[in-house]
Every structure is written in C-alpha cells, then in structure tokens.
C-alpha cells in the first residue's frame, strides 16, 4: 500500500520542494554545469546532507517539463541545458568521408604517432583546433590534455599558419616536456608550418586522417562546450581576451565524470605537483 501510494502522480517535484536544493542546482546550471556534474557535486559539497541529493534524471525530468517546475521559471534563462534541448531526441550518426593527405602532412600522420598517445594513461597527449568565427577570419585556438581534459584557449583575429603556429609555442612554452610530448591536429592549413612549431618547442604534431574529427574526440567534444558560450556565428574580433579566459577557467572549474567528478584543474595540478 505504501509503494502504491509513492508511486501515484502527480506528486510535488524534489527540486520544487526544496529551495535550497533548487537554488544550488539553478546556480550551476547557470555555469553551464550539466545535470550530472550536477548531482555528483551535491555529494561532495553536502557529505551529511541526504537532503541535499537530486539524480541527473531529476534535473532533466524538471527541466524537461514545459511551463512548469520552479526550477525552469526561476532560470528565466533561453535554454536550461547546455544542448539547447527541451525534449529527448534520437541521435543520428553518419559516416565520415576520406581525403587523401597533404603534402605538408607526410611524416606525421596519426598511425606514426607514439602508440601510448592512443590510450590516457601517460600525460602529455594534447589534442587542437581552431574555432572559427563568423566573420571566417577570427578564430580561437583551443588545446586540451587527453588525460586530464584541460583546456587552453587563445583569441586570435586571424589565423595565417605563421600566427597560429607563433601562438601555439607561446601557449606551451611553460608547459613542463614531460605534460607536452604530442599535439593532434586535423589537416587544417593553419598548421601547414607545424614543422616550425616544432623547431620552436621540440613537440612533434600529428595529423588526423581527413574528415576524421573523432581521431582527436576530445578537442572535438571541449569544441562543443565551447560553441554553448560562443554559438557558431560568433565575431570572435568583438569578444575580449577576458571573455575568453572566462570561459576558459568555466570549463577547467567543472566537474567531469571521466575524472571520477574531479575538475580538469584540480587533475592537472596533480599532474603538475609530480612533475615539479
């Protein structure tokens, strides 16, 4: 008779419940955290609190309901959920087509890169790529680490392969050797003079095969969460050096379910206390 009675509906929703809870929940989500990082946090930040605990499906079922909840009229926000979503929807995935390689590209190919760089188990391993901006000539660069998924972001007006490889040795260039051993690129002209990066910072680049994003998937998916801050579109020359930071550090400064709920900071910083 009591499961009978818990199950009936409707029944008042956790989160409209709870103020506190809400709040919290309604704070994050406003970082652009999702509802897993969510409620992986609540745990560590409310050890003793059981009232202080909401499923990832609780959060989605909240927010999944139109035109009812606290929580969606509370956010007063265009979209809840990173992914813009209001509903669940079916993903479909298509096959990728493949090109042949450029010259420039001979001799670091993906299948001569060290075998240990297709695993995360040895640091170093970073992935990147440019996001382009409307404008087709403003980017930002972005490089993450395999192992940790941390993130740096540079702002560039334009991206001549002389600029961009310029830029790339500057953002390694007070990364410890043993952090920094390979970077996978795509087959982008922007890196048509990687050999000069190479010259500069002693880290050898490696190429996807064409029209293969998912050969460097972690760039691809920290790409995404980049595109929620600034939509495709984006006139990345009327975006600040400081905006940019900003979302840099929102992106370090979330909790990541790969990590076992550790923030790419926090993971790097590890990494970096041993290296020291």
């Given amino acids: 008779m009591r499961a009978e009675r818990t199950a009936r509906r409707p029944k008042v929703r956790k989160l409209d419940a709870n103020e506190h809870l809400r709040a919290c929940v309604t704070d994050k989500l406003a970082l652009r955290w999702s509802p897993a990082q969510i409620s992986a946090q609540l745990v560590h930040d409310f050890p003793d609190g059981e009232k202080m605990r909401v499923s990832h499906e609780a959060i989605y079922q909240t927010l999944y309901v139109q035109g009812r909840g606290a929580q969606r009229q509370e956010l007063k926000l265009e979209k809840s959920l990173r992914s813009g979503r209001r509903a669940r929807l079916p993903q479909s995935r298509l096959a990728a087509k493949r090109g042949q390689n450029k010259s420039w590209v001979e001799?670091?190919?993906?299948?001569?890169?060290?075998?240990?760089?297709?695993?995360?188990?040895?640091?170093?391993r970073w992935e990147g790529d440019l996001v382009i901006g409307g404008d087709r000539k403003s980017c930002l660069v972005t490089l993450v680490e395999r192992k940790t998924r941390f993130a740096l972001v540079r702002r560039l007006e334009m991206h001549p392969t002389d600029l961009v490889t310029s830029v790339l040795a500057d953002m390694v260039g007070d990364i410890p050797s043993a952090?920094?051993?390979t970077i996978t690129w795509d087959q982008g002209m922007e890196m048509a003079r990687h050999a000069d990066f190479t010259e500069k910072t002693g880290v050898k680049a490696c190429f996807c095969d064409p029209h293969s994003p998912w050969q460097r998937g972690t760039n691809e998916n920290t790409n995404g969460l980049i595109r929620d801050c600034f939509p495709k579109g984006t006139d990345f020359t009327k975006v600040t050096d400081e905006e940019v930071r900003e979302m840099q550090d929102q992106l370090n400064g979330r909790p990541r379910q790969t990590l076992g709920w550790k923030?790419?900071?926090?993971?790097?910083a590890e990494l970096l206390n041993k290296v020291a």
Avoid at 107 to 124: H, I, N, S, T
Avoid at 263 to 268: G, V
């Fill in 107 to 124: 001799g670091c190919e993906l299948a001569k890169r060290p075998p240990e760089a297709d695993g995360r188990a040895v640091p170093g």
């Fill in 179 to 181: 952090l920094m051993r």
């Fill in 263 to 268: 923030k790419p900071a926090e993971a790097y």
